[in-house]
């Protein structure tokens, strides 16, 4: 009885809806008796479901915004207003109704996420493909992608090549290039390719599982406001009946004690806070930008300084070929080519840079002989019949060859860009120079623009790096304050010096060392796109795509969502407070008073669901 | 000790909440109850051999909310 009364509910509110209609259409036409006997039927119909609803609340000592309605309803059948009670009946279904309806749509983003989550697999078992549901695959089993196909589960790429979509995870539609011993991730998608891989993490401990959860807590932590407003809902609804009969002791005015009741739900005062939360957090979920709950949302738009941590965030974190000057009759693909094959045999980062700059410009590499790895300076090769030596000064001085005056020019002015020059000499000759620098991320600049254009007032940068190549980043990037040569404790204490003048401090870091200064700020970000779950789990903020465009969006959307909290709670302690002035000065009627209430919370819902397409740049 | 997480149908008050925690909570097995609001679910901790999901289920449908699908694990 009680499930079919629930499950039939919006029955219940067109049937109440309905009558109502009717009897006063028969109400026009002079049918006295005929318009009551249809309205009693509206207020009863449309009672019960609320009625059922305030009476299992009560038996578990919880007082219901429907005890309230249901109480009116009463009052109002009481003293023969039975316009009023139908109409506050159905009014109160039907605003329910719809606050479900548009409740759905701010929480649209998260649901969104959940549709991605994959269904089935397709395992190499004995050798043959299967297709199976995701839950039977087996952390070791062999899966096998194919363009379209959705990745199940997290592994490690065995073969293939695919361009993958991971906005999912990342946020990030551009498709990725991904091949041999790289990861994939559960929810990504195969735009084309074909790619086999081992899995690794199944179940709840995919990076996607663990998206939807972080996702799905973080809307549940409220805001202090949040915590406030629930508290206060708790003694306000038993406060409300208790003044309501007050009033009427005083006045003996049944009707005007009954009006009271309903304007004074507390619903939009309830609800404007939590939807604009929950629709902020589902827009920067969209955007793979995960902000811990509403207390760190507060924060974050508070924070007015930002400090980053240099290599790895604001830079790319890996170095790469920035330039190359070729000499002596060198041409510049010729000797990249032969410089690459001879960095085959080191694994220094500098050496790694070159082989990567060779294969992206698709030069092929050759075999090489003799390779000697000369500490602290570079190396020296046979490659074909030449003798190659590749590294810095030291190695081209030791090896008693004169630099020419253009050359040592030339690396001079390399060398204050911010590179690190390494020398090439052939055959006892310099042939040429590599430049090499760790690269600006492109999204560095604007981001920076963009926080300092919304209310960053100071931007600090710190790095263990050399104090020249940090001073020349931080001048291309307008950065205020820079502090170089620094250990992970020396971080820490920067940060909590800002803090101690007064700032509020976010602070964005990758690696393990930037762990203690990340958790010594305000607001730490995490580049998450590594995936591990330390930095997930400490930061209070993760970015998925490592995009420092993703950390200003979640900057000024925190702005954005805290504006949009404060504009639902004034409106709606407004709308309270015009509401009991009208109730008092007799221009506020039952009816009236109950479509008001209702339309304020849905006023508040649609204002919160303007922030899931908000954009912030 | 087991876990389950029970998936309803839209929750729309807030009061939902602490109607749902209350009751689940006081059945006797329970260890722990999270009702998560904005995702209709219910995660429940419990020992199974005092209790079992079922059960916890049906007491959630009695307070009226519907339980779409659950999970045990």
Same mark, same amino acid.
């Not at chain 1, 318009?35 to 479901?49: E, Y």
């Not at chain 1, 920067?494 to 010594?520: F, T």
């Given at each position: 009885m009680i499930e079919y009364i629930n499950k039939n509910k919006n029955m219940f509110t067109a049937s109440s809806g309905i009558l109502t209609a009717i009897g006063f259409a028969s109400g026009?036409?002079?049918?006295?008796?005929?318009?009551?006997?249809?309205?009693?039927?509206?207020?009863?119909?449309?009672?019960?479901?609320?009625?059922?609803k305030a009476f299992q609340a009560l038996r578990l000592r919880v007082f219901s915004i429907e005890l309230l309605v249901i109480i009116a309803i009463a009052g109002a059948l009481f003293i023969g207003e039975y316009t009023e009670s139908s109409v506050v009946a159905f009014l109160f279904l039907f605003g329910a109704y719809l606050e479900a309806r548009t409740l759905e749509k701010t929480r649209s983003s998260l649901k969104e996420l959940m549709d991605l989550a994959p269904l089935e697999a397709e395992v190499l078992r004995e050798g043959k493909a299967v297709t199976i549901p995701v839950e039977e695959v087996e952390i070791g089993d062999r899966v096998v992608l194919r363009s379209g196909s959705k990745v199940p589960v997290d592994g490690k790429i065995l073969v293939g090549k695919a361009y993958i979509n991971e906005a999912a995870v990342t946020g990030e539609s551009v498709?990725?290039?991904?091949?041999?011993?790289?990861?994939v991730y559960s929810g990504t998608l195969v735009d084309n390719g074909y790619i086999e891989f081992e899995a690794e993490r199944i179940g709840d401990d995919t990076t996607f599982a663990k998206i939807i959860e972080l996702v799905e807590e973080a809307q549940e932590s409220k805001t202090s406001a949040e915590k406030f407003l629930n508290k206060f809902a708790r003694y306000y609804t038993p406060a409300v009946i208790i003044l309501s009969v007050i009033v009427y002791l005083i006045t003996r005015n049944i009707r005007l004690s009954i009006t009271f009741l309903v304007v004074a739900c507390p619903g939009a005062l309830v609800i404007g806070a939590p939807v604009s939360n929950v629709a902020g957090i589902g827009n920067g979920a969209k955007h793979g930008v995960l902000i811990k709950g509403g207390e760190v949302m507060e924060r974050l738009s508070k924070v007015n300084a930002a400090v980053f941590d240099k290599t790895g965030t604001l830079t790319r974190g890996c170095p790469e070929v920035s330039s190359i000057a070729a000499f002596n009759g060198w041409n510049e693909n010729e000797l990249l080519g032969l410089a690459a094959s001879a960095e085959t045999i080191s694994e220094h980062h500098l050496g790694q840079a070159i082989i990567k700059e060779a294969e992206a410009r698709g030069i092929e590499l050759s075999p090489v002989s003799n390779g000697e790895i000369i500490k602290g300076s570079?190396?020296?090769?046979?490659?074909?019949?030449?003798?190659?030596?590749?590294g810095?000064?030291?190695?081209?001085?030791?090896?008693?060859?004169?630099?020419?005056?253009?050359?040592?020019?030339?690396?001079?002015?390399?060398?204050?860009?911010?590179?690190?020059?390494?020398?090439?000499?052939?055959?006892?000759?310099?042939?040429?120079?590599?430049?090499?620098?760790?690269?600006?991320?492109?999204?560095?600049?604007?981001?920076?623009?963009?926080?300092?254009?919304?209310?960053?007032k100071k931007i600090v940068m710190l790095t263990g790096d050399n104090s020249q190549t940090a001073r020349l980043i931080a001048s291309q990037l307008n950065i205020d304050e820079v502090y170089a040569e620094l250990m992970p404790q020396d971080k820490v204490g920067?940060?909590?010096?800002?803090?101690?003048?007064?700032?509020?401090?976010?602070?964005?870091?990758?690696?393990?060392?930037?762990?203690?200064?990340?958790?010594?700020a305000d607001i730490g970000f995490a580049m998450g796109k590594s995936g591990t779950d330390v930095s997930m789990e400490t930061a209070d903020v993760v970015l998925m795509a490592d995009k420092l465009s993703q950390l200003s969006h979640a900057y000024v959307l925190s702005k954005a969502t805290i504006k949009n909290m404060k504009q639902n709670t004034y409106f709606a302690v407004a709308v309270v407070f015009i509401l009991l002035m009208g109730v008092l000065s007799g221009n506020v009627h039952l009816a009236s008073g109950m479509f008001i209430h209702e339309a304020s919370v849905l006023l508040v819902i649609l204002n919160a669901m303007r922030l899931i397409g908000y954009k912030s740049a | 000790m087991t876990k389950a997480e029970f998936?309803?149908?839209?929750?729309?008050?807030?009061?939902?909440?602490?109607?749902?925690?209350?009751?689940?909570?006081?059945?006797?097995?329970?260890?722990?109850?999270?009702?998560?609001?904005? $995702?209709?679910?219910?995660?429940?901790?419990?020992?199974?051999?005092?209790?079992?999901?079922?059960?916890?289920?049906?007491?959630?449908?009695?307070?009226?909310?519907?339980?779409? $699908?659950?999970?045990?694990?």
């Open positions: 026009l036409f002079g049918n006295v008796e005929i318009k009551n006997m249809l309205l009693l039927a509206a207020s009863i119909t449309g009672g019960i479901p609320i009625m059922l498709p990725a290039s991904k091949s041999e011993g790289d990861w570079g190396i020296s090769v046979y490659a074909g019949n030449h003798k190659l030596l590749l810095n000064r030291k190695l081209i001085k030791d090896n008693s060859i004169s630099i020419p005056e253009d050359v040592l020019k030339s690396a001079d002015k390399k060398e204050k860009d911010g590179n690190t020059v390494v020398f090439a000499a052939v055959d006892g000759k310099i042939a040429g120079l590599f430049a090499i620098m760790d690269q600006i991320r492109e999204d560095a600049k604007s981001a920076l623009e963009n926080l300092r254009r919304n209310g960053i920067q940060v909590k010096k800002l803090k101690k003048e007064g700032y509020v401090v976010a602070m964005a870091g990758d690696g393990i060392n930037d762990a203690p200064s990340i958790a010594a | 998936r309803l149908e839209t929750l729309t008050c807030p009061a939902c909440v602490s109607k749902i925690d209350t009751a689940v909570s006081n059945l006797e097995g329970v260890q722990s109850v999270k009702v998560l609001f904005n $995702s209709s679910k219910v995660k429940v901790e419990f020992d199974n051999t005092k209790i079992d999901a079922e059960k916890i289920e049906n007491t959630i449908k009695k307070l009226g909310y519907p339980v779409l $699908s659950s999970k045990v694990s």
